[in-house]
């Protein structure tokens, strides 16, 4: 089954730049989605369609994508930006879902 | 105000079923898509099923095909999902997601329920 492939943990200082990579075969044709979740709460969609920013979501989220590669930015994180990170796509039938296994960025 | 409620979860004996409802509000249920997703204690994210916003296609993770059944009830703005045969590894947080930016029946999520849990055990 299709598998994206993210790092276990991030860590940064605050008003770094923290970058989080998501791998996965079908990126070059399928767009890749960003969630973030923190404790307790359910997930909140911080990048959508490889690097559009839903309205609410601070400037300083960004995304890209290229060749079988997406990216996170956040530029200048902040202590609340601490949470789990989930890249999502869709496998190359377009009729699956599918999460990468998220990433843990500390901002501390 | 627009969201997403989901219940009917609880603690159920492996092989048995249960059934889950998220009921919505706030926006046109019956234009827009809905996918199931769940997340296990401590662990990341799997998307679960979807289906079209008119019923008329549904597809499944591997890992529920053919023991969960994804249906919607437009009428009552209700999202259903029968699980039967169920298993240790089914115990997670259900959640209903959807997303509502745009009509018809898209493949990710910009809203979210709060989530349901269910746990499976003996």
């Known amino acids: 089954s299709y598998e994206l492939t993210q790092p276990p943990s991030v860590s940064v200082s605050p008003g770094q730049t923290a970058r989080i990579t998501c791998s996965g075969d079908a990126l070059p044709k399928k767009y890749a989605y960003w969630y973030q979740q923190k404790s307790g709460q359910a997930p909140v969609l911080v990048i959508y369609e490889d690097s559009k920013r839903p309205s609410g979501i601070p400037e300083r989220f960004s995304g890209s994508s290229s060749g079988t590669m997406a990216t996170l930015t956040i530029s200048g994180a902040q202590v609340e930006d601490e949470a789990d990170y989930y890249c999502?796509?869709?496998?190359?039938?377009?009729?699956?879902?599918?999460f990468g296994g998220g990433t843990k960025l500390t901002v501390l | 105000q627009v969201q997403l409620v989901e219940s009917g979860g609880g603690v159920v004996q492996p092989g048995r079923s249960l059934r889950l409802s998220c009921a919505a509000s706030g926006f046109t249920f019956s234009s827009y898509g809905m996918h199931w997703v769940r997340q296990a204690p401590g662990k990341g994210l799997e998307w679960v099923a979807v289906?079209?916003?008119?019923?008329?296609?549904?597809y499944y993770a591997d890992s529920v095909k053919g023991r969960f059944t994804i249906s919607r009830d437009n009428s009552k703005n209700t999202l259903y999902l029968q699980m039967n045969s169920l298993r240790a590894e089914d115990t997670a947080v259900y959640y209903c997601?959807?997303?509502?930016?745009?009509?018809?029946?898209?493949?990710?999520?910009?809203?979210w329920g709060r989530g349901t849990l269910v746990t499976v055990s003996s």
């Open positions: 997601a959807s997303c509502i930016a745009a009509a018809g029946t898209h493949w990710y999520f910009d809203l």
């Open positions: 289906i079209w916003y008119d019923g008329s296609n549904k």
């Open positions: 999502y796509s869709t496998d190359s039938s377009g009729n699956h879902g599918v």
